[in-house]
């Protein structure tokens, strides 16, 4: 089975654009959160979905939205970018049944630089 | 909000040693995960243990929550071992975490051959 996937991989954007980034949980999951890693930090919460309803978001500026398709699939989009904007983006699914109701599988991540 | 400590931040071993990484945190959890970050960026989740102990091979994890502290162990480490190491929870009285975790802000650990 595949992983969680997300692309792209890398993006180079200058201050000012809008970017989207978007996430695959694995197949069967249902709920999907978003990160953000600064270099030499732990990862942030930005926002959960879970059957497609915001259910969590952390302490980031309004530019930041996100959404979950009726596939579970995920987007995040960030607008006005800012040079501190530059950072990993990460997107874990989890499958809310079970004991383990809440661990969580990252993908490997986008790396965003701003310009 | 839960604060989330690591110790120590860097650790460097010699191959086929063995290490105990410890995570404290300030308040009641419900969630309590282990991640190992590789050098490339991907984040492997090691163990889901908001209470007890657990084994995965050379790896065991326990979480004492009355104390509010992780530990993780690694024996015989090897060079595939080395990244970060990180601690991330959700507290409890928040109810279902709905992944949101905080995480802590890691050890770094460094095996040579």
């Known amino acids: 089975d595949a992983g969680v996937t997300q692309s792209p991989t890398h993006l180079i954007k200058t201050r000012g654009q809008h970017v989207t980034l978007r996430c695959s949980p694995i197949s069967g999951h249902k709920s999907v959160s978003w990160y953000q890693q600064v270099l030499g930090q732990g990862p942030q919460f930005i926002f959960q979905?879970?059957?497609?309803?915001?259910?969590g978001r952390g302490n980031f500026p309004d530019r930041f939205s996100a959404r979950q398709f009726p596939n579970y699939s995920s987007e995040l989009n960030v607008n006005a970018l800012l040079l501190g904007d530059s950072a990993l983006y990460l997107c874990?699914?989890?499958?809310?049944?079970?004991?383990?109701?809440?661990?969580?599988?990252f993908g490997s991540g986008t790396q965003l630089s701003v310009l | 909000g839960i604060q989330v400590e690591q110790s120590p931040p860097d650790l460097i071993l010699q191959e086929g040693a063995n290490s105990t990484l410890r995570c404290n945190f300030s308040d009641s959890v419900n969630n309590l995960q282990w991640f190992h970050q590789n050098p490339w960026g991907q984040l492997i989740n090691l163990f889901y243990?908001?209470?007890g102990t657990k084994q995965n091979g050379r790896l065991s994890a326990t979480t004492v929550a009355t104390e509010r502290y992780s530990l993780l162990y690694i024996s015989s480490s090897q060079t595939t071992d080395s990244g970060v190491y990180f601690c991330?929870?959700?507290?409890?009285?928040?109810?279902?975490?709905?992944?949101?975790?905080?995480f802590g802000q890691g050890t770094i650990l460094t095996v040579h051959p």
């Open positions: 979905y879970y059957e497609k309803e915001e259910r």
């Open positions: 243990i908001p209470s």
């Open positions: 991330a929870v959700a507290p409890r009285a928040g109810g279902t975490s709905y992944g949101k975790l905080t």
């Open positions: 874990a699914s989890s499958f809310p049944a079970g004991t383990e109701v809440e661990k969580l599988f």
